[in-house]
C-alpha cells in the first residue's frame, strides 16, 4: 500500500479542521473545553505538528456535529447540492440541504405514511417546519396539529416536540434548524403601497 496518498491526506486534516473552526467563530479554549481536547494539542493538530488519530478525531466530529468524512475527506468541489446524501433516521427519509458548518441547518424530510406513536423529545435550538406535500402531524408540548401544504410551524426545540404522519399519506417537510443562538433572519415585510 502506497502511504504517500495517505500521508498527503493526513497533512490536510489540521488546515481543514482551522478553516472549520475559524468559520464557526470558535475558540481554542471553547473546542477544547467541549472535546477534553487540550488547547496546546488542538493547536499542533491544527499546525500539522501532530498528526490526526481516531482519539482526537472523533470528539472533533461531535463538538462540529460533522461526519468523520468531512474532517479527513478530500473537500468537495463543485455544486454541493449534487452530492447530497439521504438517510434514513427513525423510518424517515432525510436529505440534508445544507453542508454549511455552524450555520442554521436545512434538510427535506420524507415522512412515511405510516402512523406513528408520539414521542416527544427536547433539545437545544430553534426549529422551522415548512409542509411540502401531504399532511404533518405536529405535537408541541400538550398541542396536536395537523398541517398541511404550505403551513408551517417555528419552536423553541426545549418544548416537548414530535411530528409525523396523519396516518393518511405520506409527507415532505422542509426542516429548518438553528442551534441555541443561531436564528433565522426575516426581512421585513414590504410597505403598503396605497
Known amino acids: 500500500m502506497n502511504a504517500t496518498p495517505i500521508a498527503e491526506a493526513l497533512d490536510l486534516v489540521g488546515p481543514r479542521l482551522k478553516r472549520i473552526r475559524t468559520q464557526r467563530g470558535v475558540t481554542l479554549t471553547a ?13 499542533r493538530l491544527e499546525n500539522g505538528q501532530r498528526r490526526p488519530s481516531l482519539e482526537l478525531l472523533l470528539p472533533l466530529a461531535h463538538a462540529h456535529r460533522l461526519p468523520l468524512d468531512d474532517l479527513v475527506g478530500a473537500p468537495e468541489e463543485g455544486d454541493p447540492r449534487i452530492r447530497l446524501k439521504p ?4 423510518g424517515r427519509t432525510v436529505i440534508p440541504l445544507t453542508k454549511q458548518p455552524g450555520a442554521v441547518q436545512a434538510w427535506k424530510i420524507v415522512i412515511p405514511a405510516t402512523q406513528s ?6 433539545h437545544d435550538g430553534y426549529e422551522w417546519l415548512y409542509v411540502l406535500t401531504g399532511q404533518m402531524r405536529l405535537v408541541l408540548g ?6 398541511g401544504p404550505g403551513e408551517a410551524a ?6 416537548p416536540h414530535w411530528f409525523g404522519s396523519t396516518g393518511d399519506g405520506p409527507a415532505e417537510v422542509l426542516s429548518i434548524f438553528g442551534r441555541p443562538g443561531e436564528r433565522m433572519h426575516v426581512r421585513a415585510e414590504a410597505e403598503d403601497r396605497a
Open 31 to 43: 473546542l477544547s473545553e467541549a472535546t477534553g481536547i487540550s488547547k496546546s494539542t488542538l493547536s
Open 87 to 90: 438517510r434514513r433516521v427513525n
Open 117 to 122: 406513536n408520539p414521542q416527544p423529545r427536547t
Open 142 to 147: 400538550d398541542q396536536e396539529l395537523v398541517l
Open 154 to 159: 417555528e419552536f423553541d426545540t426545549t418544548l
